[in-house]
């Protein structure tokens, strides 16, 4: 596989977001949001338990990107630097031409279209700048909202083996 670099980080912008890099700064956000029973609902990981653990979750993310092995994206509100949700990419195929796509958003900033106008942005980066060629995202049977968003966004459904071991619905975008 080539080796990803994302040295500088990229960091995009929309008319009404920033997306940047999480830094140690973003731990207490990070912990409310993975320790939010209403995130974590359709999500198969354990809810975050402590600050020291949210601290070594932004020291893996961010090794992960220093070794060209993940995306992780803060979701900003422009006049606002605060964490409100994230977006990230990870998993890349051995030939670097699909990724797996995760977001997740604070309950109190769900719909007002701020994840939409978030993965619009992110996939132009996926398809424009990094060349991918496919991005996979898996669902919770009973996410509606996420399947929604995903279809908004042109991702199908996988037919057939669509479906991991843990019942999530595998869907997917090509260039």
């Known amino acids: 596989m080539s080796t990803l670099r994302f040295s500088p980080f990229p960091v995009l912008t929309t008319d009404r977001l920033t997306l940047r890099q999480l830094s140690p700064s973003d731990t207490t956000a990070i912990f409310a949001l993975r320790s939010d029973e209403r995130v974590n609902r359709y999500l198969d990981r354990p809810a975050c338990r402590s600050l020291e653990e949210a601290a070594a979750f ?3 993310i961010n090794g992960g990107i ?3 092995k993940s995306l992780y994206w ?3 509100l ?4 605060l964490l409100v949700g994230t977006i990230c990419l990870w998993n890349f195929s051995e030939d670097g031409q699909t990724a ?3 977001y997740e958003l604070s309950p109190d900033f769900q719909g007002r279209g701020i994840m939409s106008e978030a993965l619009g942005r992110v996939l132009a980066y996926i398809f424009g700048t990094l060349g991918l060629q496919t991005v996979e995202a898996y669902t919770h049977p009973e996410n509606a909202p996420s399947e929604k968003l995903l279809r908004m966004h042109g ?3 996988d037919a057939g083996l669509g479906v991991t071991a843990d019942g999530h619905r595998k869907f ?3 260039k």
């Open 58 to 60: 932004v020291e893996k």
């Open 66 to 68: 220093e070794q060209g």
């Open 74 to 76: 803060v979701i900003c």
């Open 78 to 81: 422009q006049e606002n630097p």
């Open 100 to 102: 797996e796509l995760g």
């Open 155 to 157: 991702f199908r459904a």
């Open 172 to 174: 997917s975008l090509a």
